[in-house]
C-alpha cells in the first residue's frame, strides 16, 4: 500500500470526494492556485477548475456562512479556516445556522457542510496559530466535531464526513501534517464517524486520547509497557457525539482510565468524559479517573508552548500513579 | 461629505451616484411617470390586497399576543409595501432569505399564515412552509446572518447556471453588520445572481439611523461592494415592485448582484415586548403616518377608477375571514411531543442523544 502524510491522505480524500460528487465544492483563503497555506488542497484547482475550489476573500465568517448557503441550495460545501485562531468569527454561523438548520425547518432545509481547520499547538507557528479549542465546538448541539490521529483516519474520517447529511467540523492536527506517516490506500472508503479506534489493546489502565496527543500517549503506553503496565489506547476520533460504549467499555475491563488532552483543563473535553464515567461506571473503577492536558493558561507562543503540552513523561507518571491507587 | 482638508490639486479617480426611485407620492398622486406593469389593474389590485391582508395579520397576531396566545411578534405595520414589493417581483424559484419582519414577502410567496403564526407561538413547525417554496430560508433572527448564506445560495446558483436568484433582506440596522458587508463583496467579486435589500425603517430598537452610520444613504453602501445601490421609497410599493424587478432580471442576466435601500417607516414598535414611546415622540410617529403605503396606493386606485369604497368593504371582509380562520387553525394545531424536540438534529439521531429522547418520551432505558 503507498505511503502518505496527512496532508497528502487529506489531499487524496478531497479529490477523491470531488471525482465521485460534482456537488463537492472546496472554499477558503489560499485554497486555489497556492494550495492552500499547508498545501493541503494542492492541485485541486487545476484539476476541478476556479469554480469548484475557490480562493474567498479574507473573511472567516463569510467562508462559514457561505457554506450553509450552498449546502441549503444541495452543494457539499468543504470550507477551510487557514488555522483554528481565526475559527471564531465562524461561531455565530456554526451555533446560529449550520447546526440548526435542519432543525429549525424541521428538516426542510439541511447544511452537509465540512468547516476543516489546523488543529494544535507544537510547529512553533506564530500568535493565535496554535489553537485547541475544540470543546467549545463539541458543546453546540447538531454539530459533528472529528479529528483524525493518522493519515489513513484522516482519508476515511474525511471522506466520511464530506458525505455526511449533517455539519462536520474537522480538525487537523497540524503537528502531525507531516510527521505522521502511514499507509493510505485511496480506494474511496470511508471511516465510521461516531465511532472511537482502540489503537492498542491492554488491560491495567486505559489511555484515551485524540489528535495529534495520540503520538505521546502511545508513547506512553510503550514506556508503561517496560514497567509492565498494559495500557488501552483510545483514539477518540470523533468527539462529538463520542463513542461512548467504547470507551466504557474498556474501563469496565481495565478499571482506570487518564485522559489526554492538549487544550487547557477546565471545561476541556476530557471533563466531558470523565463525567460520564463518573455516572456509568464507578462500579468499575479502581483508582480516580486523572486527567493530563495543557494548562489553564493562554497557549505560550513558540518558546514555551514545548512546557505547555503533556509530555511523555507527564503522561506516563500520571497513568503510574493511578495504577499504583489500587 | 466632503472634507474641507481634501487636497483639491489631486486628481479625482472615481465618481460614484445614488439614484432615488419613486412614483406615486404620499398622497397617492403620480411624481414621475409610472413604470408599465402598472397598466396592469390585477397586478396593482393584487398588490394591495396584500397589503391589507398583511396589515390585518399583523394586528390579529398582535390581538393573539396580548390575550396571551402568542410569543414575541414583530409587526410589519408601515412596512407592508416593501415585503409586498419585493415578493412580488421574484419567480417561485428564486430563494427569498427573510428578515423576521418579512411577513407580507412570506404570506406572498404561499407560506400559510397560521404557519407563520405557529413559528412566533414558538414552534418550530412554523418554518416548514408546507404550501411555500420549499427552498426559501426561515426567518432570521441573528441580525444580518442570513446574508452570508444569501451569497452562497447565489453562488451555487451560479455554479449550476440555474437562471434563479437570491433575493436577501435586512434592516438597517443589519447594515453595520460584518456579515452584510462580507456578503456583498462576496458576491461582487463573483458577480452573483443576488438582490439584498435593507429595509430601512429608521429605527434598530431604539437606535436611530444616525447612529448606524454616517453615510447619506444606506444604498451607497454597495459601492463599496463594487456593484449599484438605489435607494428607493418604501412606502410606494409601485417603486419598490419595479425596483426589485429591475434588479432580479438583472441578477438573473449575469449582470451581477444589485443593492436597493428601502426607505420606509416602522410605524409599530419593534416587537410586542418593545415600547416605543421610549425613545422617539409620538409626533414623529404620526408624520409618518401621512406616508404610509396602504393609503397611498389606495388614493391612486380610487382616484383612476380602479377601486371602489364598495370594493374596499368587500376586501376587509375577505381579509377578516381569511385571518379569523387561519388563526383558528394556529389555534388547533396539536402540540409537538417533547421527545420530537430530537427529531430533527440530526439526519439520524446518534445513539449518544437517543437515550435523552427515550428519557423525555418517558421510556426508560433497560
Known amino acids: 500500500m503507498p505511503e502518505a502524510t496527512l496532508v497528502e491522505a487529506i489531499n487524496l480524500a478531497l479529490g477523491r470526494a470531488m471525482e465521485e460528487d460534482p456537488d463537492v465544492v472546496v472554499l477558503g483563503e489560499d485554497v486555489g492556485i497556492n494550495g492552500g497555506v499547508f498545501r493541503v488542497t494542492a492541485g485541486l484547482q487545476k484539476r476541478f477548475g476556479a469554480e469548484r475550489v475557490l480562493d474567498t476573500p479574507l473573511a472567516e465568517l463569510l467562508i462559514s456562512g457561505l457554506c450553509v448557503g450552498m449546502a441549503a441550495q444541495g452543494l457539499k460545501p468543504v470550507g477551510e479556516i487557514q488555522f483554528m485562531g481565526f475559527i471564531y468569527p465562524c461561531l455565530d454561523q456554526l451555533v446560529n445556522h449550520a447546526s440548526r438548520l435542519r432543525n429549525r425547518t424541521q428538516g426542510r432545509l439541511t447544511c452537509p457542510m465540512v468547516l476543516r481547520t489546523p488543529h494544535g499547538a507544537g510547529i512553533r507557528a506564530p500568535e493565535h496559530h496554535s489553537e485547541s479549542t475544540e470543546a467549545m465546538l463539541a458543546h453546540i448541539p447538531g454539530l459533528r466535531v472529528v479529528i483524525p490521529s493518522s493519515p489513513a483516519r484522516a482519508y476515511g474520517l474525511l471522506l466520511a464526513a464530506i458525505r455526511d447529511p449533517d455539519p462536520v467540523v474537522f480538525l487537523e492536527p497540524t503537528r502531525l501534517y507531516r510527521a505522521a506517516k502511514g499507509e493510505v490506500e485511496d480506494n474511496g472508503e470511508s471511516m465510521p464517524l461516531d465511532r472511537a479506534f482502540v489503537m492498542r489493546a491492554g488491560r491495567d489502565i486505559t489511555l484515551v486520547s485524540w489528535g495529534a496527543m495520540l503520538k505521546e500517549t502511545t508513547a506512553a503506553a510503550d514506556t508503561l509497557a517496560s514497567d509492565g503496565i498494559a495500557a488501552e489506547v483510545i483514539d477518540l476520533a470523533t468527539l462529538k457525539p463520542y463513542d461512548e460504549s467504547t470507551l466504557l467499555g474498556s474501563i469496565a475491563k481495565t478499571g482506570r482510565c487518564v485522559i489526554v488532552h492538549e487544550a487547557a483543563r477546565t471545561s ?59 | 461629505m466632503a472634507s474641507r482638508r481634501v487636497n483639491q490639486d489631486l486628481p479625482v479617480i472615481a465618481r460614484f451616484e445614488v439614484r432615488h426611485r419613486n412614483y406615486l407620492a404620499p398622497d397617492g398622486s403620480i411624481a414621475r411617470p409610472l413604470p408599465a406593469f402598472t397598466s396592469d389593474a390585477k397586478l396593482l389590485i393584487a398588490l394591495y390586497r396584500s397589503m391589507v391582508f398583511v396589515r390585518l395579520f399583523d394586528r390579529k397576531a398582535v390581538a393573539l399576543q396580548r390575550t396571551g396566545r402568542l410569543g414575541t411578534y414583530a409587526v410589519s405595520l408601515g412596512q407592508e409595501a416593501v415585503s409586498v414589493g419585493i415578493a412580488s417581483a421574484m419567480r417561485e424559484e428564486d430563494v427569498l432569505l427573510p428578515s423576521y419582519r418579512d411577513n407580507g414577502a412570506l404570506l406572498w410567496r404561499g407560506v400559510k399564515p397560521e404557519e407563520i403564526l405557529l413559528f412566533w407561538s414558538g414552534d418550530e413547525r412554523g418554518n416548514r412552509f408546507s404550501s411555500g417554496p420549499a427552498h426559501d430560508f426561515p426567518f432570521c433572527v441573528p441580525v444580518g446572518s442570513q446574508a452570508p448564506h444569501a451569497a452562497g445560495v447565489a453562488y451555487a446558483l451560479k455554479l449550476r447556471k440555474e437562471p434563479r436568484v437570491a433575493v436577501c433582506l435586512f434592516g438597517d440596522g443589519a447594515t453595520s453588520k460584518g456579515d452584510v458587508y462580507e456578503a456583498m463583496n462576496f458576491a461582487g467579486v463573483h458577480k452573483l445572481p443576488a438582490v439584498f435589500i435593507a429595509t430601512n425603517n429608521q429605527w434598530a430598537i431604539s437606535v436611530p439611523l444616525r447612529l448606524q452610520t454616517a453615510c447619506e444613504t444606506l444604498a451607497q453602501k454597495a459601492i463599496a461592494a463594487g456593484f449599484a445601490g438605489e435607494q428607493v421609497d418604501g412606502s410606494d410599493v409601485v417603486a419598490m415592485h419595479a425596483a426589485t424587478e429591475e434588479a432580479i432580471a438583472a441578477a438573473r442576466d449575469g449582470e451581477g448582484p444589485r443593492f436597493i435601500e428601502a426607505v420606509t417607516y416602522r410605524l409599530g414598535d419593534h416587537t410586542t415586548s418593545d415600547d416605543a414611546s421610549r425613545y422617539r415622540s409620538v409626533d414623529e410617529v404620526q408624520a409618518h403616518w401621512k406616508e404610509e403605503p396602504i393609503a397611498r396606493l389606495r388614493a391612486y386606485l380610487v382616484s383612476r377608477k380602479m377601486w371602489s369604497k364598495a370594493d374596499e368593504e368587500q376586501l376587509a371582509a375577505e381579509c377578516h375571514e381569511r385571518v379569523e380562520q387561519a388563526a383558528e387553525r394556529y389555534l388547533a394545531t396539536a402540540p409537538r411531543r417533547p421527545e420530537t424536540m430530537f427529531d430533527h438534529l440530526y439526519a439520524e439521531l446518534p445513539e449518544a442523544y437517543a437515550s435523552q429522547r427515550r428519557e423525555l418520551a418517558g421510556e426508560h432505558d433497560a
Open chain 1, 268 to 326: 476541556g473535553f476530557g471533563a466531558e468524559i470523565a463525567a460520564d464515567i463518573a455516572e456509568r461506571s464507578l462500579p468499575s473503577l479502581l483508582a480516580p479517573v486523572t486527567r493530563v492536558t495543557g494548562y489553564d493558561t493562554v497557549i505560550p507562543m513558540a518558546r514555551l508552548e514545548q512546557y505547555y503540552m503533556p509530555s511523555v513523561e507527564r503522561i506516563a507518571t500520571a497513568a503510574r500513579k493511578v495504577c499504583q491507587f489500587s
